[in-house]
């Protein structure tokens, strides 16, 4: 099974105080998820965010609807969580989310491990073909929603650009 790895990092300004409770919140999935998966979380509300929870979503990929299942393996707030894909897509599909404050922004990176069904071979051409082109866009449409809704949020105000 061939792992592939994607990295994102954005920059909002905030507190890690004032920015996490927003990731902790499992119903602002749907607002970083790109319109064009039809993403809708099919838990019951409000999902208590703990090692242990399971949320399940439904999904269309490429026109399949899908139904995916994550679970929380890891919950360090306002640090860190990972969600990892239990039912879905993937193979493999473990998602960590950080959370670093540097002066009046908070750093919000994402590392996915992932890997893609088919045997040898067939794995790099989906993942060539498909599954990274289609990634790539969803965590571009990812940061641009963060850097949308998050100077929203409460915190330090950034300091003035020189000019």
Not at 80 to 89: N, T, V
Request: charged letters at 25%.
């Amino acid at each position: 099974m061939k792992v592939f790895e994607l990295h994102t990092e954005v920059r909002v300004p905030g507190s890690l105080e004032a920015v996490f409770p927003f990731f902790a919140d499992a119903g602002n999935l749907e607002l970083l998820t790109p319109p064009w998966l039809s993403f809708r979380i099919l838990t019951p509300r409000p999902i208590v965010m703990r090692v242990g929870a399971l949320i399940d979503y439904r999904i269309s990929l490429r026109g399949l609807p899908m139904r995916w299942r994550s679970e929380i393996t890891a919950w360090e707030p306002p640090y860190r969580f990972i969600d990892e894909q239990r039912r879905g897509p993937y193979r493999l599909w473990v998602h960590e989310h950080t959370f670093r404050q540097d002066g009046p922004e908070v750093v919000v990176r994402d590392h996915v491990r992932y890997a893609v069904p088919g045997g040898p071979g067939i794995e790099r051409v989906l993942h060539a073909l498909f599954v990274r082109p289609d990634l790539n866009r969803i965590f571009r449409y990812r940061v641009d929603a963060m850097r949308r809704l998050l100077p929203a949020a409460p915190g330090p105000k950034p300091a003035a650009a020189a000019a």
